[in-house]
Structures are given as C-alpha cells and as structure tokens.
C-alpha cells in the first residue's frame, strides 16, 4: 500500500503540494481548533492560500451550529472568513431536503433530533420542522405517552422526514416519537454519523451515537448527509464549482474526512496529527480499514513551511 508523504519543513515540498491544488476543503475541528483553542499559524496559513488565489471551503460535521454561528466562531478566534464560505452537515441536510428530495407540502415537515443548529438551517431553507429544541419534549415518558404515540394522536401526520444530529437532550421520549414516526414510513437521514465527538480533554458519544438506538430499533441505517457522505460532496461541488482533481480535503479523521476525500476522488487528501487520528493509525498495518492520506503533516501551520 503506498504510505502517505510527509509535509514537514521542506519549502520545495510544500511547494509541489501547494502548487497541485486551486480548492481546499478544510475540516474545521482537529484542523483549524480544538474547542476553543486556535492551532499555532492557522489564520497565516489561510491568508496565504488565500494569496495564491486558492478557494477555501470550511466542511464541518458539526451539526449543533449552523453557518452563522460557526462565523462567529471564526471572528471570535480572529480567522478571516466569510459565512458562504461555511458548508456545516446541518447545511448540507437541509439544502438536501429542499432543492433534492423536495417533497410535496405538506408531507415534507421534519421532526428533529438535535440542537438548534439543524432547526436554524432548516428555517433559511424554508423546511418546516417539529421537535428539535422544542422543550415539551424535554421530560420523562409517561404511560400516557405510550397510548398517544401507539394510536397516532401524539404524533403530527405532516411528518415526512426524520433527521437525527447530535442531541444534548436527547431522551427516550424523543426516541419513541422519532421511531414512531420512521415506523409509519418516515425517510430516515442523519446529518452526520460519527461515533465520537471530541473535545480538547477527551472523547465524547457523537451523533452517530445518539442515532444509533433507532438504527437498532428501526433495522435500517439513515442516508447520512455529513462526511464522508458523497451526498455532502455533491452539493459542495453544486455551490462552489471546483475541479475535483485539483482539490485537496485537510482533515483530523480517517473514516471522515480522508474517506470523504478519496470516495470524492479529489486530486488529494492530507490528515493533520493535531486531531482525533495518530500516525500509527495509517502507518503500516493501519487501523485495518485501509484508509490512507496522500499526505500528512504534524498541524495545518506547518504549510507555512
Ligand atoms: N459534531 C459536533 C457536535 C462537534 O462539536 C464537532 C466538533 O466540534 C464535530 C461533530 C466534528 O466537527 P469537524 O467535522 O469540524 O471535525
Ligand atoms: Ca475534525
């Protein structure tokens, strides 16, 4: 298998790599920060793509903020970037459900499972919604809720759609509504499946965790709109018209970020150390999955050279 090669120091090499490359995707969290804390030259680093004239492109499987909040995430840590430039998988669900699947009103509402990131993405696509942040459902099961769900009175008939993102509340009574839903024939997508969610001290259940007990209960995996969802590539390429074979996908996450770049078939992919994924994970035998970056570096500063 080839190995990956090793960006580090060397302005030729970095050179060479630049020079194949006029789009960048970039996966934000592992890459640009961790939580809160900006990597070493990353607002430098950027500016100088941007003064060769490569097209920058910020791809995040965080559903839990839309574009808006992840640009003010930007300019809180100083990094120059405009909101279109953004592409969040809460964006590239709800841009998937309007200008792909369009279902016919009003059988195209969606009920919920997440944050308020999914619920403001799907607001600017005009995708009506229920469940989300809605706070009735922010309390324990009753045996009274078992009788409404089972004979339908709870549940809203316009429900067509069922998207499950990481939800920090979510509970069984959410879980039963959406399942219910999925039961009477509801699509079942995700806005992303990763199975962890990392913060700067450790590991975290993400959303893929969340979706999975109705993966389990309901038999069937979601249509997932995150990466490495070639659903998600596809609508990228659809807003910001890029040349697969000269663009290169930076990321944190093997089964992510470079399975997202090498299923796409961009010109490259390069993983960065400062994330989720270790040398070893690539490296000779690998994590056994066989998914290896064409490049890597230690942190995305060190294209500075
Ligand atoms: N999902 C959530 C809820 C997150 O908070 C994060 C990282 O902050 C991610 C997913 C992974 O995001 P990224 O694709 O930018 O690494
Ligand atoms: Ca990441």
Known sequence: MAQPKYLT?????????????????FDCDGVLW???????????????????????????????KSREDYKKKFDKLNIP??????FGSSYSAAVYIS????????????????????EQELATENVPFIGGTDSALRRDIEPEDFTALADGSALDPDVGIVLAGLDFHVNYLKLAHAF???????????????????????????????????????????????????????????????????????????????????????GGTLLVLSGVCKKEDFMGAGDGTGVVPAYYADGLGDLMG
Request: contains cysteine; glycine residues 10%.
């Open 99 to 118: 200008r792909i699947l369009k279902l016919p009103a009003p059988k195209n509402k969606v009920f919920v499972l997440g944050e308020s990131g999914i």
């Open 9 to 25: 120091g060397d302005n030729a090499g970095i050179n060479e790599f630049l020079d194949k490359f006029d789009t960048f995707l």
């Open 180 to 266: 219910q839903y999925l039961r009477r024939g509801a699509m079942f997508l995700a806005t992303n499946t990763d199975s962890t969610l990392p913060n700067a001290r450790s590991l975290f259940p993400g959303a893929g965790s969340v979706g999975a007990p109705l993966v389990t209960a309901i038999g069937k995996q979601p249509l997932a709109l995150g990466k490495p969802s070639q659903a998600m590539m596809d609508a990228i390429e659809g807003k910001f018209h890029f040349d697969r074979s000269r663009t290169c996908m930076i990321g944190d996450r093997l089964n992510t970020d470079i399975q997202f770049g090498i299923e796409g078939k961009l």
């Open 34 to 64: 961790s939580g809160d804390h900006l990597f070493p030259k990353v607002a430098e680093t950027l500016e100088l793509l941007r003064s060769k004239g490569k097209q920058l492109v910020f791809v995040t499987n965080n559903s839990t």
């Open 81 to 86: 970037a405009k909101v279109e430039e953004v």
